[in-house]
C-alpha cells in the first residue's frame, strides 16, 4: 500500500460513453501525474500537475480530460475512447524536493 | 528528448545465479529509479539513486548509478524464483517546475526457474 488509491481498479466501457478515474492520495504530496502502460508500448507518462495546476501534457488526444481540484484528487475524464486506448492507467504522486514517487494500484480500462 | 533503453528485454535463469539487468538514458538527469512489477499489479519502488556513483542493496538486488556513462545496473545475487517479476528503470524528466514526471525503459521480463 503505498498511500495512493485508485478507482475504479477495472473498468469496461464502449466507444460512446463517458467514464472518469479518480485517484487520491492524503501523503501530502504536491505534485501528481497520469501514466499509461499499454501492452505495445513503455509506461508513458500523460499529464503532471504541481500543486493543482497542470504542467505537462505530453500530447495526449483531447479525449482524455484530467482535472486536478486540489493537490490531493486527480481525475481523468474519459469520452468517446477507442479500443487502442485500452491500458492501465497509473497515478502517481510525489512531493518536490525528494525523490520518491508513489504508484497507485491502477486502472485495468478496457475499451469495447 | 529524453530515452531510456533496457536490457535485455527478457532473460530466463535458473535460480541461485547470478545476473545484471542494464539501463541507458539518453541525456542528462539527477534521479534514476527502479521499480517492480509483478503481473496485473502497479510499480513498487526498488531503488532511487541520486549521485554518480551511488550503490543501493536490498537483499539480492543491488542497483548501481554512474552518470558519466548514463548508465545503471541491477545485480541479482543467488537469484530465487520470487524475485520473477518486470524490472523498470525510469529517468526523472527535468522540466524546471518542481514537479517531474518519469521516462520508462520498455522493462525486463524477469523469470527465474528451479
Known amino acids: 500500500e503505498t498511500g495512493v488509491t485508485q478507482t475504479p481498479r477495472h473498468l469496461v466501457m464502449g466507444m460512446t460513453n463517458k467514464k472518469s478515474l479518480k485517484c487520491e492520495q492524503h501523503?501530502?504530496?504536491?505534485?501528481m501525474y497520469w501514466y499509461k502502460q499499454s501492452a505495445k508500448k513503455p509506461l508513458e507518462l500523460m499529464f503532471v500537475?504541481?500543486?493543482?495546476?497542470?504542467?505537462e501534457n505530453n500530447s495526449v488526444p483531447s479525449r482524455f480530460s484530467p482535472e486536478c481540484p486540489n493537490s490531493s484528487h486527480l481525475f481523468l475524464h474519459l469520452h468517446t475512447l477507442q479500443p487502442e486506448d485500452s491500458a492501465l492507467y497509473l497515478c502517481?504522486?510525489?512531493?518536490?524536493?525528494?525523490?520518491?514517487?508513489?504508484f497507485g494500484q491502477g486502472t485495468r480500462l478496457t475499451v469495447v | 528528448e529524453l530515452k531510456v533503453e533496457q536490457n535485455p528485454l527478457f532473460l530466463s535463469m535458473q535460480e541461485g545465479k547470478n545476473y545484471t539487468i542494464y539501463c541507458n538514458y539518453s541525456?542528462?538527469?539527477?534521479?534514476l529509479y527502479w521499480y517492480r512489477q509483478d503481473p496485473g499489479k502497479s510499480l513498487e519502488s526498488l531503488f532511487v539513486?541520486?549521485?554518480?556513483?551511488a550503490v543501493k542493496q536490498e537483499g539480492r538486488l543491488m542497483a548501481s548509478l554512474d552518470t558519466k556513462a548514463r548508465l545503471s545496473t541491477l545485480h541479482i545475487t543467488a537469484a530465487v524464483h520470487d524475485l520473477s517479476a518486470t524490472y523498470f528503470c525510469?529517468?526523472?524528466?527535468?522540466?524546471?517546475?518542481?514537479?517531474?514526471?518519469?521516462?520508462f525503459g520498455k522493462g525486463t521480463h524477469l523469470i527465474i526457474q528451479p
Open positions: 500537475y504541481n500543486f493543482k495546476e497542470q504542467t
Open positions: 502517481a504522486s510525489s512531493l518536490s524536493g525528494t525523490p520518491e514517487a508513489f
Open positions: 501523503l501530502g504530496h504536491n505534485a
Open positions: 539513486l541520486l549521485s554518480n556513483g
Open positions: 525510469a529517468v526523472r524528466r527535468d522540466s524546471g517546475g518542481g514537479a517531474d514526471g518519469l521516462t
Open positions: 541525456t542528462t538527469s539527477d534521479r
